[in-house]
């Protein structure tokens, strides 16, 4: 399968299989556009039965394009494009589709967990999930008993892994910020003797942020999330105070504080962008201009009730705000301005492990969310939901039922992941997603379909212009 698009003055095509990414000249672009018409037509489902295509069907290639280019050009181009194809780099078939039922049946250990270390939360976001850090339940805290039971779990569960993730969620973690301490000590104490290494990470809302929780962080965590929808007036409206108060003013000089104890590295500033703000690319570039250089700015996920829901016409406006803002990102690049964007860091050297690339984040299998009282569930936005109740850090995974239809989340689970170009860099995208919006767990939910495919394209773009950049 081959994708091709124009963007930012490249011509880019990738061939979906392989992974393999190709910056071409005109006549290439055009013939690749020719040859796939008659090759994809004869060679519809990507398998490794595939014809080549005959003399006769390159000669009417060929003859389609003898107006636009010369022979020469035309010539050259072909064996350029017959090599890349024998190399299987362009019309490779689709390995992953043979082996998807081994992988079906692979032994399932857990890498990860989500404490939710805290059900309450000093902001009152509009748009929480968590229904202002209560997942739709009662408030409280996670007890030091539960989060060591946690780790011990993980530890049990882990069989030989030994780098295990854990990161302190909420709500707002800091609320219970003397247990955080005291299971991350916990966790030191069993790397040894079970030969691990716990890799924390934390999330916070930054309002109890203060110079101890920083060093602590510093020295303890991996990384570092710190939640900040952008602009002033854009984070007031969606993140104040339960008063009604806005958050910028106290958390901005707090994030800007710990960015810089970081060294502007191993963390995030992450927002979320809504119907309200569909002009995003600015609140980006905000942060950049802040001084931030690890950014993260997500669509919002809400329901055709909620008003700030993206809505399936604001499509248009948000994808141009992507083109936006990867043009820009090239530009402050080439001017020793450069930062990150989450969505368009994409590894086309060596990228995510098959498993990565056919099941994404390991929902219900190898990670899960504990709530304060110790319940397991598939991930923190199941949590609440009792249907997807899977176990408790006490007894274990005891829904195996659950834990098994998980199992079988895939790529190829999702029929509309077919076609789809971007399916091996999303994974066929999020579960919960798609249970809030088919209840299943095995569809898509279109709109972010349409938003990752873009943030795709605008990926690949800067790379390949960081390439060129190299080349001269």
Known sequence: MIHQYRSNGYNIVMDVCSGAVHVVDDVTYDLIEEYAKVYEAINPDDEKKQRDLTKEEVDGIVSKLSSKYSTDDLKESLEEIEELISDGMLFAP???????FEFKKRKTIVKALCLNISHDCNLACRYCFASEGEYNGERGLMSLEVGKAALDFLVANSGSRRNLEVDFFGGEPLMNWDVIKQVVEYGRSLEKTHDK??????????????????????????????????????????RPFRGGQGSYDMILPKFEKFAESRNQDKYYVRGTFTHNNLDFSEDVLHLADLGFKQISVEPVVGGPE???????EDLPKLLEQYDILAKEMVKRHKEGRGFN???????????????????GCGVGTEYLAVTPWGDLYPCHQFVGN?????????DGVTNTELRDEFKLCNVYARDKCKNCFARFYCSGGCSANSYKFHDTITDVYEVGCELERKRVECAIMIKAAMAEEKEN
């Open 386 to 394: 009792e249907d997807f109740a899977i176990g408790n850090v006490f």
């Open 341 to 359: 964007f989450f969505h368009f860091m994409i590894d086309l050297n060596q990228g995510p492990c098959v498993v990565k690339r056919l099941a």
């Open 306 to 312: 909620d008003q700030y829901s993206i809505k399936e």
């Open 94 to 100: 689709d390995e992953y589709r043979n082996i998807i």
């Open 197 to 238: 290494q716990f890799r924390f990470t934390l999330t916070t809302n930054g309002v109890l942020l203060n110079d101890e929780i920083m060093e602590f962080a510093n020295r303890e965590f991996v990384n570092v999330v710190m939640s900040i929808d952008g602009r002033k007036e854009v984070n007031d409206h969606m």
